[in-house]
């Protein structure tokens, strides 16, 4: 391939052959730490906020954090070449259709290699005949209701919307641009700049992203943007208003507006399509017409037509209309509008949590000490960390058994010890993650449970059970007296996996009777409850809690993911668990359990 036909590569083309390469080990059963190199090295690549041409002209391929020598070697080999030998290699060993297949839900590398070696299945269309054909029966451990999970998987990967960007890729990205376009020019230039559109309501997957500035030179402004490093093709270039696309492919818009102008464009841009009919329905009925830039009189019973009112924020437009300012993540047209009429609770804020209740170490999936994981919780100014690795039953990770449990809590009393002689409040607390299994009972026995200070109870595997087996399967967990935490409810990874088929709202309602608490998983992937669910559970009469699920100690800085989604659902600090003080979180839990 030549140089010309490299460079159409982008990122996230880039990233999609290193995936591949770890799908196709998975299919061979490679080794995993190989495999897991390749996954890391994908996801790097797809969130890198340079095109990954320009760091590899500049020799800095290493510099890529997680980029080890064997890796970048491999990006040479593709941006220099076009080919990486390993690809091809293996891609001579399997059909690229049945890498494909795994994109399907509940077809894994071992299923994809069975379908592939025993039936000869080759593609997802020819998995989907099969499955129609009753073909797939036949095999060891397949039946009828195989087929049927099967045809549900390729409708849901057929629903999939692919030309959004999960909230986790984008916004790392998008605050890249930002930083890096206020570095490139002189301090002052731009006096307010903000993201606005969907990435501002935090919404779970983006479009495109839009960034809204304020400032007196909107030409140096524009020429500074479409002149930055990670701008891959300009697609429209003006004096206040520019489009550019990153090296992933998500477009970027940017405008300017006059300071007068800020208020009035900062709500327009930010708002839903709904949300703003409604505050412009609002303003109708008092005379006004309203648009990205200001009012102006339409009608007003004591102004001409035609004059004008500018807002320099949001607060001063809302309030102007009677309104309470409406937090950007509600602005979905889901009754704010009539909430802001009655100065609505203020929303959950990042700094009211003080404590983490679920996270993993190196006991089970996670890539820090007990002691590592600590330290990073301190640093943050947590009060309290609970570690909760994954217990056994899990089947593919290992996991924490009574024994293992053993030594944690040693560890823990230990640090606890050392933490209280140098006059510390900081406390670490022993859970566990355990399994749901396929009946609905658990990785470990209620005896070992009992013996923890706070459970988290989570189903990862069978996810595509019927809607009715996996609602039993949960409820039955939930009503357990030993488990305190239901954990990533639904099971869905944003634009990967599709959540379950469970009865949420039965789930929920047994959290409310039993007092088990429903979790908000803050991973970006995850953001499990959803801020839609989140708002349901609270309506129930359930308390929330807001975790990281951090698996190292970087993952500790997830947490705005979490809280931005509990502040989609309308939830205040007094609904979630962990913003309460060691003492009366603690006490919380023990009179739940005693009421179930």
């Known amino acids: 391939m030549s140089d010309s036909a490299t460079a159409r590569l982008s990122n996230r083309q880039v990233a999609e052959i290193f995936a591949a390469i ?27 906020n340079r095109d990954i041409h320009t760091i590899h002209a500049a020799g800095e391929l290493r510099a890529i954090p997680g980029i080890g020598q064997a890796i970048a070697e491999k990006i040479d080999d593709l941006l220099t070449t076009g080919h990486i030998p390993l690809y091809d290699k293996l891609t001579e060993q399997v059909p690229a259709g049945v890498v494909e297949m795994m994109r399907v839900p509940d077809v894994g590398p071992k299923t994809a290699k069975r379908l592939w070696e025993e039936l000869d299945i080759t593609s997802v269309e020819g998995l989907k005949a099969a ?32 030309d959004r960007t999960p909230i986790g890729t984008a916004r790392p990205l ?49 020429e500074a943007f479409r002149s930055l490093p990670q701008v891959v093709d300009i697609l429209g270039a003006g004096d206040r208003k520019s489009s550019v696309t990153l090296p992933n492919g998500m477009q970027v818009d940017i405008r300017v507006v006059e300071a007068r102008h800020w208020g009035a464009a900062l709500a327009y841009f930010t708002g839903s399509q709904a949300h703003n009919v409604a505050v412009r329905e609002l303003a109708q009925k008092q005379g006004w017409s309203l648009n990205e830039y200001a009012l102006t009189s339409d009608g007003h019973p004591d102004l001409p037509d035609g ?34 009429r009655q100065q609505a609770n203020r929303l959950i804020e990042v700094g009211d949590i003080v404590g983490e209740l679920h996270s993993h170490t190196i006991f089970s999936d996670g890539k820090g000490t007990i002691a590592e994981m600590a330290a990073a919780a301190q640093a943050k100014g947590y009060a309290y960390w609970n570690v909760s690795d994954h217990s056994i039953g899990l089947g593919v990770t290992q996991g924490v ?14 640090l606890n010890a050392g933490y209280a002689a140098a006059g510390s409040d900081f406390r670490l607390l022993l859970g ?42 949960c409820l039955k967990a939930v009503r357990n007296p030993h488990v305190d935490i239901l954990g990533h409810p639904t099971g869905r990874l944003i634009g990967r996996r599709e959540p379950s088929d469970i009865d949420l709202e039965r789930v929920l309602q047994a959290c409310a009777e039993t007092g ?16 839609t669910y989140a708002r349901r559970a609270v309506e129930l009469g359930c308390t929330l809690v807001i975790n990281c699920d951090a698996h190292s100690t970087d993952q500790i800085d997830l947490l705005p993911y979490g809280v931005h989604t509990a502040r989609r659902g309308w939830v205040t600090a007094a609904d979630v668990l962990n913003t309460r003080p060691l003492a009366e979180m603690l006490g919380m839990l023990k009179d739940r359990k005693s009421e179930k």
């Open 22 to 48: 770890a799908d196709l080990m998975l299919i061979l059963g490679e080794n995993r730490f190989k495999i897991i190199a390749y996954q890391n090295a994908a996801r790097t690549i797809e969130e890198l």
């Open 131 to 162: 499955a129609q054909a009753g073909q797939i029966r036949v095999l060891k451990g397949f039946g009828a209701k195989s087929e049927e999970k099967i045809l549900k998987g390729i409708e849901l990967l057929a629903r999939r919307a692919d």
């Open 174 to 222: 998008a605050e890249g641009v930002i930083a890096d376009l206020l570095a490139a020019l002189p301090e002052g230039t731009i006096q307010k700049i903000e993201l606005a559109g969907s990435l501002r309501r935090w919404r779970e997957t983006i479009g495109d992203v839009d960034i809204l500035a304020v400032s007196e030179q909107p030409v140096a402004v524009m």
């Open 307 to 340: 004059e004008e009112r500018f807002f320099e924020t949001e607060e001063e437009l809302y309030a102007f209309l009677g309104l309470a300012w409406v937090a950007p993540e509600m602005r979905e047209n889901s009754g704010e509008i009539q909430a802001a």
């Open 401 to 414: 058994d009574a024994a293992k449990l053993a030594e944690q809590r040693a560890e823990i009393d230990q």
């Open 432 to 473: 566990t993650e355990v399994e749901i299994l396929a009946d609905g009972s658990l990785g470990l026995a209620d005896e070992v449970l009992a013996g923890l200070d706070v459970v988290v109870a989570s189903i990862h595997i069978g996810l595509r059970q019927e809607r009715e087996a996996i609602t039993e399967r």
């Open 516 to 531: 088990t608490i429903a979790e908000i998983n803050a991973n970006p992937a995850r953001l499990d409850l959803s801020g």
